[in-house]
Every structure is written in C-alpha cells, then in structure tokens.
Nanobody, 123 residues
C-alpha cells in the first residue's frame, strides 16, 4: 500500500502556472508508476499525465505542450508543472500510484490515490 499526499493547488488567472507535488510513503513508494488525474464538477475523472519508475512519460492531449510530469525517486515525490493554464483546467487534481505495466492514463490501473488538491483557473 502506498500513501499519497498532494500539495500545490490554488487559484490562478488564465495563462498562469502552478506546480503540484505528490509525496509518497509506504511499501513500493519508489517503485510504483505514478500519475495525475483530474475531475471537474459534473465530469468523469480523466488522466492528465503519468510517469513510469523508469521515467517514461505519457500525457493526455489536453496536457501536451503545457504540462510536465517529473519524479524524484530518492524522495518518492512526483511533480506536475502546469503552464499556460486555462479555465477548463479547473478541477480537483488527484495523484495516483500503481504497479501496472506499461504506464497508462486509465484510472482502474491505479489502486492508490491521494485526497486531491483543488486547481481553479479564472478567465
């Protein structure tokens, strides 16, 4: 079991940036694939970006060119740098961990989740 704690959410104007962080602890914290998902009110949870334990990355089309996922394996921490934010990026952002291979943006492939951090982008 991996425990996950997100931080770094907040409110920003369109065009601004935020950096989310996810600290992991517990068994397999450093060897799990990691991902960020988000869920806006009235919408289904969707994958944003994922990174394997080897550093392979995967991005949703909406995130390509604007978001960057990275990981620090020594600290079992994953970051999501979000630039050029848009109002449609407003959502509750969740960190997830899983042991599946290859890394995916499918929520059912992840069995460890954080509580979420709110990101609000105003026009």
């Amino acid at each position: 079991q991996v425990q996950l704690v997100e931080s770094g959410g907040g409110s920003v104007q369109a065009g601004g940036s935020l950096r989310l962080s996810c600290a992991a602890s517990g068994n397999n914290a450093r060897s799990a694939n990691r991902a960020w998902f988000r869920q806006a009110p009235g919408k289904e949870r969707e994958g944003v970006a994922a990174i394997s334990v080897y550093g392979t990355t995967l991005y949703a089309e909406s995130a390509k060119g604007r978001f960057t996922i990275s990981r620090d394996n020594t600290k079992a921490t994953v970051h999501l740098q979000m630039n050029s934010l848009e109002p449609q990026d407003t959502a509750l952002y969740y960190c997830a961990a899983g042991m599946q291979w290859p890394v995916t943006l499918i929520s059912s492939d992840y069995n460890n989740w954080g509580q979420g951090t709110q990101v609000t982008v105003s026009a």
